[in-house]
């Protein structure tokens, strides 16, 4: 299930009017921004790490909706492309942060997006297999 365009945009105008307050406010100590949806309603919350709630948003097509592989899939498109687009960059928040799909119990499911000054992961599948490619590169550098 894809998004439809104006859905889309719909979210992503969301976060960055969330994002605004943190343009011209001093430095924060956010540490996350909890997105939850409800799935019954189709209502998007993010929240701070206090459980305020900084942006709202209804999304139809996703009433009803309780798969959290296509609510992961979609945020991170749609953060990875803000990313890209320097959407964070002028946000006055402490590094790192990040953005974390939670549960109804407010719990951690997946980092959707991590923005740090040197690094930025946007999915676990990045690595994937990465203690097996390093156990190799350092047994094949041992037997040298």
Avoid: C
Wanted: net charge negative; no cysteine.
């Amino acid at each position: 299930m894809s998004l439809s365009r104006e859905t889309h945009d719909k979210l992503q105008e969301a976060i960055i009017k969330m994002t605004k307050d943190f343009i011209t406010a001093e430095e924060t100590k956010v540490t996350d921004f909890h997105i939850y949806i409800d799935g019954n309603s189709g209502d998007v919350n993010i929240m701070d790490d206090d459980d305020n709630t900084l942006a709202r948003v209804h999304i139809l097509e996703w009433e009803g909706e309780h798969d959290e592989e296509i609510f992961e899939k979609e945020l991170q498109t749609i953060l990875g492309e803000m990313y890209e687009n320097g959407s964070f960059d002028n946000l006055n928040i402490a590094k790192p942060y990040s953005f974390v799909l939670t549960d109804d119990d407010h719990q951690s499911i997946v980092d959707l997006l991590i923005v740090d000054d040197d690094t930025i992961i946007l999915s676990e599948d990045l690595l994937k297999g990465f203690d097996e490619e390093m156990d190799e590169f350092l047994k094949h550098l041992l037997e040298e």
